[in-house]
Structure formats: C-alpha cells, structure tokens
C-alpha cells in the first residue's frame, strides 16, 4: 500500500513564504511524474506544478517565479516553495504522484490547508 503525507500548510500573511513537502511510502519500486495542485473554495481541482524524475518541471502560469517544486528522489518527497504568497494562493494543496509499486497507478495526499491574509 502506498501513501502520500502531505505537511508544511498553515496561515501566512501576503507576501510571506511557505515550503510544502510531501513523502510517498510503502511499497515502492520507482516514482514517475509528482505534482502539485490545489482546490479553492467553490472550485475545481488544477495543476499548480508538476515535475519529472529527472527534473523538468512545469508551472501553472498564475505562480510561475513565486512556486518553485522540487524532489528528493532518496527520500520520494516533493517539496513547493511558495514565496510573494496572495490571497488567491488560498486553497487546499494536494500531491499527487504517479507510483510503480505492485501496481504503477496515481495518488493523491490528503491535502493541507494554506490560507493567506491580505
């Protein structure tokens, strides 16, 4: 059974910075594509960052020079630097990651809460 654990979410005021990690675990051979989305109130779930297992990445337009997403590929964490945070960054933050293990199949975290003050 594999599992994402999502941390780092919490209250910031606008401007301020926050790092986002996420750790898969279990049973694990190799971890594809990872990436972050997010979900506003009253609002579908979108893409805010994705990256490969070499390392390209991808941005949504409306955080790219603020997010940065990276991973760790020893300890399977992604991790989203989030700086010049603004009220419209408000939203639950999910990982997801695309996990070969006994099965290769998609996987979400559970979401952590970032919420930014004007």
């Known amino acids: 059974q594999v599992q994402l654990v999502e941390s780092g979410g919490g209250l910031v005021q606008a401007g301020g910075s926050l790092r986002l990690s996420c750790a898969a675990s279990?049973?694990?051979?190799?971890?594809?594509?990872m990436g972050w989305y997010r979900q506003a109130p009253g609002k579908q779930r979108v893409l805010v960052a994705t990256i490969t297992s070499g390392g390209l990445t991808n941005y949504a337009d409306s955080v790219k020079g603020r997010f940065t997403i990276s991973r760790d590929n020893a300890k399977n964490t992604v991790y989203l630097q989030m700086n010049s945070l603004q009220p419209e960054d408000t939203a639950v933050y999910y990982c997801?990651?695309?996990?070969?293990?006994?099965?290769?199949?998609?996987?979400w975290g559970q979401g952590t809460q970032v919420t930014v003050s004007s």
């Open positions: 279990g049973s694990i051979f190799s971890i594809n594509a």
């Open positions: 997801n990651a695309i996990i070969s293990g006994v099965n290769t199949s998609y996987y």
